[in-house]
């Protein structure tokens, strides 16, 4: 399946891309006047055994005397279902960061459904009842 990857751009120009690491990565990036464009980044993963969850928050600095023009775009694992401030494409967000003038959130929310569990606990019921009625009925024969 998909995984996690981040790409920021400025423009047509790339400024960093990742898939491991992704808030270490992420912090460290700065404008060109050497500010740290992200105050904060936020990748957590939630796996159950039915059922997935995956969120990205962002949020930038405030930053003064700066050009505005940077897109964050994120992969996710699992369909994405909402997002603040976001462009979902697919498995896709893109955050458009226009506005350093004052900190700003940017937040979405992926999950995804654990097909293969669900049908391993099928398949095992499915044995486990076939092996019931093959005894019950070979102690009757």
């Given at each position: 399946g998909t995984e996690y990857a981040a790409t920021l751009t400025k423009g047509s120009k790339v400024i960093t891309e990742c898939n491991e690491n992704i808030e270490d990565t992420l912090m460290k990036v700065t404008t060109e006047q050497g500010d740290s464009i992200f105050k904060s980044v936020a990748v957590d993963e939630s796996k159950g055994l039915f059922y997935n969850?995956?969120?990205?928050?962002?949020?930038?600095?405030?930053?003064q005397n700066t050009e505005d023009g940077?897109?964050?775009r994120v992969n996710m694992p699992g369909a994405i279902g909402q997002t603040k401030d976001g462009v979902v494409n697919n498995n896709e967000v893109n955050f458009e960061l226009n506005d350093f003038t004052?900190?700003?959130e940017f937040v979405?929310?992926?999950d995804s459904n654990n097909y293969t569990?669900?049908?391993v606990i099928i398949v095992i019921l499915v044995?486990?009842?076939?092996?019931?009625?093959y005894f019950t009925k070979r102690k009757d024969g």
């Open positions: 969850s995956y969120s990205v928050k962002v949020v930038t600095n405030a930053i940077y897109v964050l004052a900190e700003h979405a929310y992926a569990a669900i049908i044995a486990v009842l076939g092996a019931f009625f």
